[in-house]
Nanobody
Framework: QVLLVESGGGLVQAGDSLRLSCSAP????????MAWFRQAPGKERDFVAA????????YYSDSVKGRFTIARDNAENTVYLQMNSLKPEDTAVYYC????????????????????WGQGTQVTVSS
């Protein structure tokens, strides 16, 4: 079992920045492929970004590419999501997810690829 804890959400204005953190207390994340998803009210949980085990490859949805950056610090067992130029449509609950899969497949952008999830952190962007 992997406990994931997100933090860093909040209420900001359009154009502002936020950095989300996802930690795994007492557990190394070295062997996990990590991702961020988000879910707005009444909508499905959507892929935002993912990062491979070493942190040298990252993947983004088209809606956040160029504005968001995912990073990981395996020594600190933490994954980050730096969100810049935030827009009202970025408003959602953001979830951290971890996959123990030893290889990446073309399903990495779907929730079913991930076995472990955090509780989520709310991000609200006002116009």
């Amino acid at each position: 079992q992997v406990l994931l804890v997100e933090s860093g959400g909040g209420l900001v204005q359009a154009g502002d920045s936020l950095r989300l953190s996802c930690s795994a207390p007492g557990r190394t994340i070295n062997g996990f492929f990590m991702a961020w998803f988000r879910q707005a009210p009444g909508k499905e949980r959507d892929f935002v970004a993912a990062i491979n085990w070493s942190g040298d490859s990252s993947y983004y949805s088209d809606s956040v590419k160029g504005r968001f950056t995912i990073a990981r610090d395996n020594a600190e067992n933490t994954v980050y999501l730096q969100m810049n130029s935030l827009k009202p449509e970025d408003t959602a609950v953001y979830y951290c997810a971890a996959s123990a899969s030893p290889y990446i497949s073309n399903t990495y952008s779907g929730p079913s690829f991930y076995a472990y999830w955090g509780q989520g952190t709310q991000v609200t962007v006002s116009s």
